[in-house]
């Protein structure tokens, strides 16, 4: 007899592994406002900002979903962080010459412009192009000199 095994319960049908609803939960309701069939699983909502997610955004997003909690200034090592998990998507944005400057200057970004990108992969994409830019004024402005 195993003492530390509970019997599953059994699940309604069309509910797999879901948990049994205690007695006071509401009923779930969809789009428009009427309750839900009973026995058929609602997907759960999705941010809209999620819709038409591409394979690379969902590794990113992967990535960095990771260490958001960590990204505060009591943690001392959040730069080298943030630079370990956005530097690979930053080589694939720029190679492999330009990938370290960018990035160092992308975690030296303030806190919010940080938790900006690594929620949204658009997002690091522009500030890499930005900085991109910045590196290609500064050495045109060197190469003039």
Do not use: C, W
């Amino acid at each position: 007899m195993n003492m530390g095994y509970q019997q599953p319960q059994p699940q309604p049908m069309g509910m797999p592994n879901s948990a049994p609803m205690p007695n006071s939960a509401p009923m779930p309701v969809v789009q428009g406002g009427m309750p839900a069939a009973a026995g058929i699983p609602i997907p759960a909502p999705q941010p809209q900002a999620q819709q038409n997610v591409t394979p690379e955004q969902l590794a990113y997003f992967s990535k960095t979903s990771v260490i958001l909690p960590a990204l505060n200034e009591r943690n001392t090592h959040y730069k080298q962080q943030v630079g370990t998990v956005i530097f690979d998507f930053v080589v694939k944005l720029v190679g492999d010459q330009l990938a370290p400057k960018i990035t160092g200057m992308l975690i030296d970004l303030p806190i919010p412009d940080i938790f900006s990108y690594l929620n949204q992969h658009e997002t690091l994409k522009q500030r890499v192009r930005q900085a991109q830019n910045l590196l290609q004024q500064q050495m045109g402005a060197a190469a003039q000199q």
